[in-house]
C-alpha cells in the first residue's frame, strides 16, 4: 500500500515535469495506427494503444500493430457498432516492459494527441504496474492483452485493470493438476529463475504443493538461476543448478525460465555427463515462441542438437493462443481460423514480425474496447463526458466491460469481479526429433482438457491421456520420478542412497513411502500395501497402524471408512465392532441415537406402555399396545394414552377407551390422563358432561353459582310464558279477513321472527364447535328449544338428564293445561275488569297457534333421544346428554318419553292440522265456528293458499330433523338443512302464500339470509381460527343482525298501521287507494262483455305459459271471493278456477256486502238477482274488505229460461257487480 502511494506521488510529478503543448509531443511513431477516413458525420472516439518495442519480451508492439490495424478495420467497416463514431488509436511510446518507462510512456501518450477514454495495453506484467498507476491519476480504464502476474489481481493496488490473458496462478493449478493426477510425480525438484514474474510463479506452485497434504509431495531441491552471463563460464549460474540437480538424484524437475535462462541450463547439464537422459523437465511458465532455440542459443557452448537431446519431452503450460476450433468470433462474426490466416499472411508482409501468442488477445481485447464504448454511450454518456478529469468514467467503463462474455479468437471470454479472465491454456510439449512446440491438450474452466496430441518422451515413451490408465501401467509410459527401484515396501534415502523400509502406517508407492490413507491401516513395516479396515472398524487418520473397533453404540457397515456411526433413532449396538445395528421392535423406538442394547428401546409414537415382560428374551422388559383410537400417543416412552381436547378418555376394566366431548373446552388437553376435564368439571362423569356440585353449565363453561340461590330466573321465565299466553288469546282472535290488517300483518311478522330464530336454534343442535361470539348466540337460542341450562336451574335443583328432558317436554303440555285454566278463570276474572269472558273456540285456536309457532322446538324436544353421535370406541352418546350411552337403560327411558313425544307432538298435531286443512273447504259451511277452531291454521294466507299452514309444518319437522342426521357429520347436517331450507324458498317463491306482498319478501328474505347463514355456518366445522374465523363470524352476525332487521321492520309497519287504525286516520286513506287501484275495472269489464267465448279462448291460448298462469290465480281468487264453482260443462271456465272453496263463518260484524253476478249467453239480464248463470254455483264465504259476509246464502236455482238459455250457445259473456250496503 505504501509502495502505490509513493508511485501515484512519483507519477503526478511525471505528469507535472513532462507536460507539452499541441501539436503533438514527439513519440517514436505515428499517433495514427490506423489511416485516416473521410469524416463525415461521424466523431473520432481515441484511445491508446501500447505494448513494448524492446526489453525482455522484444518488439511485441509492433507484432501486434497488424491485428491491431486489423480489428479497428473491421469495427470501422461495421455501420451498427458505433453508430455515428469512429473508434481510433494512438500508438504510446516505447514502455520497454519496465514499470519506469510504461509510466513515462503512458503520460507521453495520454497527453498527447486527443483525449483518450481507454488504453490497450501494456503487453507484460512490469509494465501493466507503471500503465495502471498513471491511468488510476487519469481516470482511464486498461485493456490489457497479456499482463500475466497474480499481483495485478489487487483491484485496489490496480484498479480498473481488464485482463485478457489469464494469470500464471491458473498456469500453477493447470500444470500441478497435470503433475499430481495425471503423471501422478511425487519426487520433484524446482528451479525459479530469479525474475520478480518467475519468483512470483514458484512462490505460487511451492504454496500449492504445501497444501496438498494427501499427496506426500518430497521436494528434493528447490534453486534459484541468476542470468550471470558477465561471469566466467565455471561460476555462472546454470552450471551450479545442474550439479545441484545431479546430486540431488532428482528425475523431475519444475522450472519457471524464460527460454534464453531455460537453454543454458538444459547445456550446463549436458556439460556435467549423461545424468540428464533420466530426467524431464515440466514448467508453468512455457510461454516460449517457436523460436525459442533461436533466442537461447546464442552464448551457450552446446550445438542446437546437443540442447535439443537434453530438451526433448519437457513440457509445460502457457495461455492459449488461437483457439483450434474454426468456430465464429462473438463481436466480430468472423470464423477464427479466417482471422489467424488473414494475420499470418500479413506477418509475412511486415517481415516476418508475429506474435501468435499475443495476437489473439490483442484483437480481442480491441473489439472489447469497442464493445464497452457502445454500452457506455448506450447508457446515456457521450463524447463530451471523455475527461481525464471525469472521476467516474474510468470506473463505470471498467464495470461495463466486465459484463461482456462472447467467444474470442483466445477461447471464450470472461471476467470475474476484479477483471481476471477465465482463461484458457494450452499443454505444450517439445517432442523428440523437432524444436517446434507441439500443443498436446488445450484447458478450459467450462470444458476441462481437450486432448489433442500425445505426450512423447525419449526412449519412445508415449502416454495417450485421452485414455484411462492404471497405476501400473503409467510406470510403461512416461518418465518415473525415482531413483533405481530398492526392494518392494522399501525407499532410497537421499542422503546415502541405501534402502530403508517404510514405518507401520504407511506403504511404499513408486520409490515413496505414502502414509495409508483413513480406512486403511498396516500394522507391520516394509509393506507395499495398506489393509482396508474391515466393516465394524475404522480408520480415522492418515497413517494408523490398525484399525480401531466400533465402539457399542455405533457401526459401519463399509469397509475403508474412517469413522464409525451411531445408531440411528429405533436401533442399538450391544458389541463393539458392529457392522449392523439391531433394529427395535416394530412398536418401539430408541429415544436418541447411539442406543447400546435393547433396553433402550421403548414404545414408539402411537403406542403406550401396557405391562412390564422380562420374559420377552432379547428386548426391552415392556409390552406395547397400539393407541386407542381417538388417543393421543405423539410421544413415544409414555406408560398412558395421551388426551386430545375435545375428548375424553378414561380406564375401564384395564382398557382405555376414548370418547368425544362436545367442546374442546369440557375436555382438556393432558398428557397424562390425569387432569382430563375443564374447570369446575366432574372428572368422573362420561365426557365431563356435568359440572360439580354448586356450578351450573352456561354454553361450554361450568359457572359458580351465586351466592344466594333466588330461583329468580325460573319464576321470570313462568310469569313471562304466563303473559304470552294471555297476549296471544287477545292478539291472534281477531275477526278473520280476507284482506291483511293491521293487527294481522304485526302478528305474522311476529311469527316469521319466531320461525326464523327457531330454525337458527336448530344449528345450535348441531355438531358444530362454535367460537366466541357466535357460541353466546347459540347459547340464548336454546331457549327456543325449552333449554333451561339459562335459567340456573342446576343451581336450584340437582336435576338427573331424564328429569331435565322431562321438564322440556311437559311445558307444551303444560301449555295447554294453563290455557284451559285461564279460560276457566276467565269467567270469574274478566267480568271484575270489565272485559268479555274467554271463547272456547277462541282458546283453542290460541292453544294451536302457540303449538304451531313453536312446532319446530316441539319436534326438536321430541327427537332429543334420537340424537346420538359416534364415540372413537365405536360407543355413541347423546348429543344433549353426553354422559348417557345410546342403547344404555337411561338411554331406553328416555326414549319412551321421546317416542311419546313424537307422537303427540311432531306426529299427532301434525296429523290434526292436515286433516284440518283437507275437510276446511267444506265443514267452513257445515260447522259456523271450524274458522274459528282453526283460525291459526288458515288465517294467514289467501284464500286459494288456505292449506300452506300444513306445507309449514311439514317443513319445520324436516328442519327438525336435521341434527339427527348423521349426528358426529357437521357438513352432512349442514347439507341436508341446505337442501330443506332451498326446496322450500323455491315453493315459497312459487306460490306466495301470504296475504300481503310484503310478508311474501319477508318470508323470502328470511329464509335466504337464513340459508347464507347456515352457509357460512358449515366454516365451523373447519374449525377456523384466526382472522378467517373472526370474518366469518362477522359476517354471520351481521347478517343475523339483517334478517332480524327486515322482521322487525315489518313489525314496526304493521304497529304504526295498528295504531293509525285505532285513531281513526286509515279508513277514508284505504277507500280512495282502492277506489283508485280499481279506476280502470269497469273498462275492462264492459270491453269483455262484447267477446265472445271463441274470442277470449283464443287470446288466453296465445298468452305465454306464466300469463297463462297469472290469469287462472286471478279467476281463481274471484271464484273463491265470490262463491263461484264452474259447472262441468264449461271447459274455460273450469281451466280458469279451481273446485276448492273455503268458506269463513259469519261473526258479529255489523255491515254486509252482498254481490250480485249474472253471466248470461245471450246478453245482459235484465233482472240482477236472475242473473246468475245455471253453469256457476255460489257458495258462502268470506266477505271483502274486512268485513265479514253471510254465511247463510242459499245457492241460485239453476232452473228457469236464463238457466234454459245457458245450455245454448254462449255468443256473449257479461260480468255485472253491483255492492250494496
Known amino acids: 500500500g505504501d509502495f502505490a502511494v509513493m508511485i501515484a506521488a512519483l507519477v503526478k510529478l511525471a505528469v507535472a515535469s513532462q507536460t507539452c503543448v499541441h501539436p503533438p509531443c514527439d513519440v517514436l511513431r505515428d499517433p495514427n495506427l490506423v489511416p485516416q477516413h473521410p469524416l463525415g458525420e461521424k466523431t473520432d472516439v481515441w484511445a491508446l494503444a501500447m505494448c513494448p518495442y524492446t526489453g525482455g519480451l522484444g518488439n511485441i508492439m509492433g507484432a501486434m500493430e497488424v491485428i491491431m490495424q486489423q480489428a479497428v478495420d473491421e469495427i470501422e467497416a461495421n455501420n451498427t457498432l458505433l453508430p455515428g463514431h469512429r473508434l481510433k488509436l494512438q500508438v504510446a511510446p516505447d514502455s520497454k516492459c519496465a514499470t519506469t518507462a510504461s509510466i513515462s510512456a503512458t503520460i507521453k501518450g495520454l497527453q498527447s494527441g486527443p483525449t483518450k477514454f481507454a488504453m490497450i495495453g501494456d503487453c507484460c506484467s512490469g509494465a501493466c504496474m507503471g500503465n495502471r498507476d498513471v491511468g488510476q491519476v487519469y481516470n482511464v ?82 534453486l534459484k538461476q ?83 537431446e537434453v530438451a526433448e519431452g519437457a513440457a509445460g503450460i502457457d495461455r492459449s493462443h488461437f483457439v483450434n476450433a474454426d468456430v ?21 508482409g511486415n517481415g516476418g514480425l508475429c506474435h501468435e501468442s499475443g495476437a489473439a488477445y490483442a484483437y480481442d481485447a480491441v473489439w472489447s474496447t469497442a464493445m464497452t464504448l457502445r454500452l457506455w454511450l448506450d447508457a446515456g454518456h457521450t463524447v463530451g463526458d471523455i475527461d481525464y478529469g471525469n472521476a467516474e468514467m474510468g470506473t463505470s467503463l471498467f464495470e461495463l466491460s466486465k459484463t461482456l462474455k462472447f467467444q474470442g479468437l483466445s ?158 433413532v429405533g436401533h442399538f449396538a450391544p ?39 422380562p420374559d420377552v428374551p432379547g428386548q426391552a422388559s415392556h409390552s406395547c399396545e397400539p393407541c386407542p383410537a381417538g388417543a393421543v400417543c405423539n410421544r413415544a416412552d409414555r406408560y398412558v394414552p395421551g388426551q386430545a381436547a375435545g375428548t375424553y378418555i378414561t380406564n375401564r376394566s384395564g382398557v382405555w377407551e376414548t370418547f368425544t366431548c362436545t367442546s374442546a373446552v369440557a375436555c382438556v388437553e393432558s398428557e397424562d390422563a390425569v387432569v382430563r376435564c375443564g374447570a369446575n368439571r366432574d372428572d368422573s362423569v362420561t365426557a365431563c358432561a356435568r359440572c360439580l356440585d354448586g356450578f351450573y353449565q352456561r354454553q361450554a363453561h361450568c359457572v359458580a353459582c351465586p351466592a344466594s340461590v333466588s330461583g329468580l330466573p325460573a319464576a321470570l321465565a313462568v310469569i313471562g310464558w304466563l303473559i304470552l299466553m294471555v297476549a296471544t288469546y287477545y292478539i291472534c282472535n281477531d275477526p278473520v279477513s280476507r284482506i291483511a290488517t293491521a293487527y294481522l300483518s304485526t ?55 331424564i328429569r331435565r328432558y322431562l321438564m322440556r317436554i311437559l311445558v307444551p303440555a303444560v301449555t295447554v293445561v294453563v290455557f284451559v285454566v285461564l279460560f276457566f278463570a ?135 330433523l336435521v341434527p339427527i342426521v348423521h349426528p358426529s357429520d357437521s357438513n352432512a347436517q349442514v347439507v341436508m338443512l341446505l337442501v330443506v331450507l332451498t326446496v322450500f324458498l323455491t315453493l315459497q317463491c312459487l306460490v306466495r302464500p301470504w296475504k300481503t306482498i310484503l310478508l311474501n319478501v319477508s318470508d323470502t328474505a328470511i329464509m335466504f339470509m337464513l340459508l347464507v347463514i347456515v352457509g357460512a355456518a358449515s366454516v365451523f366445522s373447519e374449525q377456523l381460527e384466526g382472522a378467517a374465523g373472526d370474518s366469518y363470524t362477522t359476517f354471520i352476525i351481521v347478517t343475523l343482525a339483517t334478517c332480524f332487521g327486515v322482521v322487525l321492520g315489518i313489525l314496526g309497519v304493521g304497529a304504526f298501521g295498528a295504531a293509525k287504525v285505532a285513531l281513526g286516520y286509515a279508513e277514508a286513506a284505504n277507500s280512495d287507494s282502492v277506489q283508485t287501484k280499481l279506476a280502470k275495472v269497469p273498462p275492462v269489464v264492459r270491453a269483455l262483455s262484447v267477446l ?58 255489523v255491515h254486509a256486502i252482498r254481490r250480485k253476478v249474472s253471466i248470461s249467453a245471450s246478453g245482459v239480464s235484465d233482472d240482477p238477482h236472475r242473473a246468475m248463470s245455471p253453469d256457476l254455483e255460489p257458495w258462502s264465504g268470506s266477505g271483502a274488505d274486512g268485513i265479514e259476509a253471510g254465511a247463510s246464502r242459499e245457492p241460485a236455482s239453476s232452473g228457469g229460461p236464463q238457466g234454459e238459455a245457458g245450455q245454448g250457445s254462449r255468443d256473449h259473456l257479461l260480468l255485472s257487480v253491483e255492492a250494496e250496503e
Open 826 to 960: 276467565s269467567k270469574f276474572v274478566c267480568p271484575l275488569i270489565n272485559r268479555a269472558i274467554w271463547e272456547w273456540p277462541k282458546t283453542v285456536n290460541s292453544m294451536g297457534q302457540v303449538w304451531q309457532a313453536l312446532y319446530i322446538t316441539l319436534a326438536l324436544i321430541a327427537l332429543l333421544p334420537f340424537q346420538c353421535y359416534d364415540h372413537p370406541n365405536g360407543q355413541s352418546s347423546l348429543t344433549k346428554f353426553p354422559d348417557i350411552l345410546c342403547g344404555s337403560p337411561q338411554h331406553e327411558g328416555l326414549l319412551v318419553g321421546g317416542v311419546a313425544a313424537t307422537l303427540v307432538y311432531g306426529v299427532g298435531f301434525f296429523a290434526a292440522c292436515l286433516i284440518a286443512n283437507i275437510v276446511a273447504p267444506a265443514w267452513s259451511l257445515s260447522m259456523p265456528h271450524f274458522t274459528q277452531y282453526w283460525r291459526f291454521l288458515v288465517y294467514r294466507f289467501r284464500v286459494n293458499r288456505w292449506y300452506w299452514g300444513s306445507v309449514l309444518m311439514v317443513r319445520a319437522f324436516m328442519i327438525a
Open 411 to 568: 477461447g471464450f471470454i470472461e471476467h470475474d469481479d476484479v477483471g481476471d479472465r477465465f482463461g484458457s491454456f494450452e499443454l505444450r510439449q517439445i517432442q523428440p526429433g523437432s524444436p517446434r512446440i507441439q500443443v498436446v491438450a488445450e484447458f478450459s474452466k467450462s470444458q476441462g482438457f481437450t486432448w489433442i496430441d500425445a505426450f512423447r518422451w525419449r526412449n519412445g515413451l508415449v502416454y495417450d491421456a485421452s485414455r484411462p490408465v492404471s497405476s501400473e501401467e503409467l510406470g510403461t509410459v512416461r518418465p518415473t520420478d525415482q531413483l533405481d527401484a530398492c526392494p518392494a515396501g522399501s525407499v532410497m534415502r537421499t542422503q546415502d542412497g541405501t534402502c530403508e523400509r517404510c514405518n507401520p502406517g504407511s506403504r511404499e508407492v513408486g520409490g515413496f513411502c505414502v502414509l495409508c490413507e483413513p480406512g486403511t491401516a498396516q500394522s507391520q513395516p516394509g509393506s507395499t500395501e495398506c489393509t482396508v479396515c474391515a466393516p465394524g472398524s475404522v480408520a480415522e487418520e492418515r497413517g494408523e497402524p490398525s484399525c480401531r473397533l466400533c465402539a457399542p453404540g455405533t457401526n459401519q457397515s463399509e469397509p475403508g471408512q474412517r469413522e464409525c456411526w451411531r445408531c440411528a
Open 141 to 222: 480504464p486498461s485493456f490489457s492483452p497479456f499482463c500475466t502476474s497474480p499481483v495485478l489481481s489487487s483491484a485496489s493496488a490496480y484498479p480498473n485493470l481488464l485482463r485478457f490473458s489469464p494469470t500464471l496462478d491458473g498456469n500453477n493449478a493447470v500444470i500441478f493438476d497435470v503433475m499430481r493426477n495425471l503423471l501422478q510425480y511425487r519426487r520433484i525438484a524446482m528451479v525459479i529463475q530469479d525474475a520478480s514474474l518467475a519468483v512470483s510463479v514458484g512462490d505460487g506452485f511451492a504454496s500449492l504443493l504445501e497444501h496438498d497434504h494427501e499427496a506426500g509431495w518430497q521436494v528434493l531441491t528447490s
Open 328 to 348: 465464429v468470433h462473438g463481436l466480430s462474426g468472423r470464423r477464427v481460423q479466417e482471422v489467424k490466416a488473414e494475420y499470418q499472411a500479413a506477418c509475412a
Open 1092 to 1149: 265472445t267465448l271463441d274470442d277470449i279462448c283464443k287470446v288466453y291460448e296465445e298468452l305465454g305459459d306464466y300469463d297463462q298462469g297469472l290469469l287462472r290465480n286471478f279467476v281463481d281468487m274471484i271464484a273463491h271471493e265470490l262463491h263461484i264453482l264452474p259447472s262441468g260443462s264449461d271447459k274455460l271456465a273450469r281451466s280458469l278456477t279451481g273446485s276448492r272453496r273455503l268458506t269463513v263463518a259469519k261473526g258479529d260484524a
Open 575 to 613: 458389541n463393539p465392532g458392529s457392522a449392523l445395528c439391531v433394529g427395535c421392535l416394530p412398536d418401539r423406538i430408541t429415544l436418541f441415537q447411539g442406543g447400546t442394547g435393547a433396553v433402550d428401546c421403548v414404545c414408539a409414537a402411537g403406542y403406550y406402555t401396557t405391562a412390564f415382560n
Open 226 to 308: 541468476f542470468d550471470d552471463t558477465h561471469l566466467p563460464p565455471a561460476q555462472q549460474s546454470p552450471g551450479v543448478v545442474a550439479q545441484a540437480l545431479k546430486d540431488s538424484s532428482a528425475r523431475v524437475v519444475w522450472t519457471c525460465l524464460y527460454e534464453d535462462q531455460a537453454v543454458r541450463l538444459w547445456c550446463a547439464m549436458r556439460q556435467l555427463g549423461d545424468f540428464w537422459k533420466n530426467v524431464t523437465m515440466v514448467s508453468s511458465c512455457m510461454w516460449w515462441s517457436q523460436k525459442w532455440l533461436d533466442v537461447g542459443k546464442a552464448g551457450v557452448d552446446c550445438s542446437e542438437e546437443e540442447v535439443m
Open 747 to 801: 302478528s305474522v311478522s311476529f311469527g316469521l321472527l319466531l320461525t326464523a330464530v327457531q330454525g337458527l336454534s336448530v344449528l345450535a343442535q348441531l355438531s358444530i364447535r362454535w367460537s366466541s361470539p357466535w357460541s353466546d348466540i347459540m347459547q340464548v337460542l336454546t331457549l327456543f328449544a325449552f333449554d333451561i341450562e339459562l335459567l340456573e336451574v342446576e343451581c336450584v335443583i340437582n336435576a338427573s338428564p
